[in-house]
């Protein structure tokens, strides 16, 4: 059984930084892509930013250049840093990892619960 838990979010005034964590334990024998999604108030899940097996990154237009994805594989941990955080950046942010099973090398889809990130003006 794997477990992914998000932390790191809160409440931040615009202009401000936070850093989303993103950790998975358990049955792991490798964490292939890793994707960050936000929820805003009302509006569908969107994908925020990706980061491969191998590190290579992809973003939203909307991020590009104020948010960064990166992944400590000893730790299975992938991070987001967020800076010059706007108010439209507010929402539940959920990571999904790829995770590759020990006993039978499949790949299977795994989510957290998500973290709330608000950004006041």
């Known amino acids: 059984q794997v477990q992914v838990v998000e932390s790191g979010g809160g409440l931040v005034q615009a202009g401000g930084s936070l850093r989303l964590s993103c950790a998975a334990s358990g049955s792991i024998s490798s964490i292939n892509n890793v994707a960050w999604y936000r929820q805003p108030p009302g509006k569908q899940r969107e994908l925020v930013a990706t980061i491969t097996g191998g590190g290579t990154t992809n973003y939203a237009d909307s991020v590009k250049g104020r948010f960064a994805i990166s992944r400590d594989n000893a730790k299975n941990t992938v991070f987001l840093q967020m800076n010059s955080l706007k108010p439209e950046d507010t929402g539940v942010y959920y990571c999904?990892?790829?995770?590759?099973?020990?006993?039978?090398?499949?790949?299977?889809?795994?989510w957290g619960q998500g973290t709330q990130v608000t950004v006041s003006s």
């Open positions: 999904n990892a790829h995770v590759q099973e020990p006993r039978n090398s499949l790949v299977f889809s795994y």
